[in-house]
């Protein structure tokens, strides 16, 4: 069965001493430092009233919603038992193991709690988040082909490869390209391409919610379960079952942004979020 050599790339970037560089922290890094551009970027087309200071402070949030979020949600949805046995393997980060849904839910508790903060409506903000948010994706899919995990299914398509640490040594699909492509490259092109006009809020992030949920549940045919859960209703796997109500809220937030109607329009009065700027005095 012919197959695609696998790129045996070093997951460690470098070593400088005892600490390594690993591409998966790169990835991360590299999320948030175009999510925050984009951030500012749309901010301004939006304009919506947040400094550089306001929009640092909400990426640091986002930061810690994120990573948090993520490793609890892969301990409780992906790995509990083992993680009772030996709870200290919870602050393994360098194993692996952080799951985009216990993300969500993280970084979208810390929007909540900055955009209070901030004086801006949350939804407002968490349409700021949905556009830059793919790049994330995009970057942290890459990063698992590199560490040559979440491999695909067994395949006999010309683009298989054989990796590594897979059982069995037959071609599989590259699936984390699959998502990298899909959830990340062609959500966000789809975002900015209609972010050039300030929609109702709740809109983009609807959208992206809805575009991850029929993405990532399609990949996830082509995508090998997880080996200590395997599938966990009939043919659908764990990812998919967590994905089910992701759907079921951007839909919600899309009809609710279209009972909203037009936006004002942002050089209009009043076409702005957050709190009016001090006088000078």
């Known amino acids: 069965m012919a197959a695609l050599p696998y790129p045996a ?13 690993r591409w998966y922290g790169l990835a991360y890094v590299a999320g948030f430092v175009v999510g925050a551009l984009v951030l500012r970027s749309l901010a301004r087309r939006w304009r919506i009233r947040l400094t ?7 990426v640091l949030v986002a930061v810690i919603g994120l990573v948090v979020g993520a490793r609890l949600g892969y301990v409780l949805f992906y790995g509990a038992g083992s993680y009772w046995r030996d709870p200290i393997a919870i602050f393994a980060f360098h194993d692996g193991g952080m799951s985009f849904h216990g ?14 903060r901030k004086g ?21 899919r890459v990063a698992n082909f590199i ?11 010309p683009w298989g490869m054989v990796f590594p640490g ?3 040594g037959v071609p599989r699909h590259p ?4 998502e990298a492509l899909l959830e990340g490259l062609v959500i966000f092109a789809v975002l900015w391409a209609l972010s050039r006009t300030r929609r109702p809020e709740g809109f983009y992030i609807g959208l992206m919610l809805v575009l991850y949920a029929v993405f990532r549940t399609f990949v996830e045919f ?9 599938f966990v209703l009939g043919p659908l796997t764990m990812g998919q079952l967590l994905t089910a109500p992701i759907l079921i809220a951007g839909a919600w937030l899309l009809w609710r942004a279209s009972r909203k109607g037009a936006d004002k329009d942002p050089g209009s009065a009043g076409g702005t979020d957050g709190p009016a700027p001090a006088k000078a005095g």
Do not use: C, K
């Open 9 to 21: 790339i070093d997951p460690v970037l470098f070593e400088l001493g005892p600490l390594e560089v």
């Open 52 to 58: 550089d200071d306001d929009l640092l402070d909400i």
């Open 103 to 116: 993300g969500l839910i993280g970084i979208m508790l810390g929007g909540w709690f900055i955009a209070r």
């Open 120 to 140: 801006v409506s949350a939804l407002r903000l968490f349409d700021l988040g949905a556009v830059g948010a793919p790049i994330g994706i995009f970057f942290g």
């Open 147 to 157: 560490n040559g995990e979440l491999w695909g299914r067994p395949t006999d398509v």
């Open 166 to 168: 897979a059982p069995g």
């Open 175 to 178: 699936s984390q390209l699959y």
């Open 222 to 230: 082509f995508r090998e379960p997880d080996a200590h859960l395997g």
